[in-house]
């Protein structure tokens, strides 16, 4: 299924369960969802999905141990928002702008 292939929510309610029978047989395609052609959601399987949290995970590692090479300790309030990021709670962009509004408040 290609980006352009985007289920609306009656054909994805209809597909599901052979969508999930090949995420079990090991496909690792993702699913579209939304509506009019434009996607606004995306499903994918468990293993692709850990597999991006773990990069996630590895480029915060990769972050903080950089700093931690210049000197400085990662402040608590990045570290509370490199975990957000970690967890797909937000995004880069979003934990960018709330670490540079926080800082430019102090």
Wanted: charged share 25%; glycine share 10%; proline share 4%.
């Amino acid at each position: 299924m290609t980006r352009q292939d985007v289920l609306g929510v009656a054909e994805a309610r209809k597909q599901l369960p052979d969508l999930l029978a090949r995420f079990g047989r090991g496909s690792v395609d993702s699913v579209f969802l939304g509506s009019h052609r434009k996607a606004v959601g995306v499903l994918v399987p468990v293993r692709v999905y850990d597999e991006l949290r773990g990069e996630r995970a590895r480029a915060v590692d990769d972050a903080a141990g950089s700093l931690r090479a210049e000197g400085p300790e990662p402040s608590s309030i990045a570290a509370e928002l490199a975990g957000l990021f970690t967890q797909g709670r937000i995004t880069a962009g979003q934990m960018e702008a709330m670490l540079l509004a926080y800082h430019r408040a102090a």
